[in-house]
């Protein structure tokens, strides 16, 4: 769904190998995993070595990689005696493919030089849409990436409720994040539906319906959820409406979005035991500007009943 790429500062001297920088980005799903920290500085010593026009493009382009966060430091690597030989000790957990000027006397199968780029069916490969099983840690597998480098983590889907088979879910994202090395605060949200007695009641005859539901679903997941917190992490919980008419199950999408990408969950966020598949879709940036919009107080299709916001 999204892979982490490892790029030899010395590859950019093969005029291909720049021409796919544009290929980067989550929406694209392939993302740059710097290593060592020093990647940045290599990056721009290599660069000061080609020709201007594609210095000045390349530019651009890390610039605005790193303005949204596709460009990620991979902490906790240890530098080696060579650029290659770290990228080949960091974990495939971690870096998914290795771009190198020259695959000459490596056997790693990472590797990939500018011929193996835009090949279908290659480690470049990135499909955009999966059928997978709907099992919490395979589910969790397709947005490990979002678990190690977000900040805010939405949890969406309509029928959300503390039990076991969306906290399983959850749990699997959190021990993904529990086992990267950054200590940055997480903001976990989950926004979900809480049906009244009956549809087109008014906002305040909802609130006063579903109170306890929204209770005892934000305790439960606050109680679930706590040992894999860390301290000043903090989950908020929202309850929604839909503003049109008679349409308070018309809420139906499930996604987990994030400030940096997100994917849709066709079948929920929910994992099954009896081996139920799921679709799993990569999101656009034009389609999470939308959503970011939607599932926020100001959107104009959700009517919020109700929020509750808990910092550990």
Request: glycine letters at 6%; aromatic letters at 8%; hydrophobic letters at 35%.
């Amino acid at each position: 769904m999204i892979k982490t790429f490892a790029i030899d500062p010395d590859a950019i001297k093969d005029a291909e190998v720049c021409a796919h920088f544009r290929y980067f980005g989550f929406d694209k799903g392939r993302i740059i995993g710097a290593i060592p920290n020093e990647w940045i500085n290599e990056l721009t010593r290599a660069l000061s070595e080609i020709e201007p026009t594609r210095e000045s493009r390349i530019r651009i382009h890390v610039e605005e990689l790193m303005k949204t966060g596709a460009i990620q430091r991979l902490p906790g690597i240890s530098p080696t005696n060579s650029w290659i030989e770290t990228a080949i000790a960091t974990s495939d957990d971690f870096i998914q493919g290795i771009i190198v000027e020259s695959k000459k006397g490596n056997g790693d199968k990472r590797l990939l030089d500018s011929n193996d780029l835009g090949d279908k069916g290659s480690i470049w490969d990135v499909p955009s849409h999966l059928i997978i099983n709907r099992d919490a840690k395979e589910m969790a597998q397709q947005v490990a990436v979002f678990m190690r480098h977000a900040k805010l983590i939405r949890f969406i889907d309509p029928y959300y409720c503390a039990e076991r088979r969306y906290l399983s879910f959850v749990h699997e994202c959190l021990d993904i994040r529990r086992q990267w090395p950054s200590k940055s605060r997480l903001c976990l949200e989950f926004h979900f539906v809480i049906k009244p007695n009956g549809y087109g009641r008014d906002l305040e005859s909802i609130r006063s319906e579903t109170i306890g539901d929204f209770s005892k679903c934000s305790d439960a997941t606050i109680r679930s959820v706590r040992k894999k917190m860390r301290p000043q992490d903090s989950c908020a919980f929202f309850q929604w409406v839909d503003s049109r008419v008679d349409a308070a199950d018309r809420f139906h999408e499930r996604y987990l979005l994030t400030e940096l990408g997100g994917v849709e969950f066709g079948g929920g966020l929910d994992s099954k035991l009896n081996k139920e598949t799921t679709s799993v879709s990569r999101l656009s940036s034009q389609t999470l500007e939308k959503l970011a919009q939607t599932y926020s107080k100001s959107g104009s299709r959700l009517t919020p009943v109700r929020d509750q916001t808990h910092i550990f």
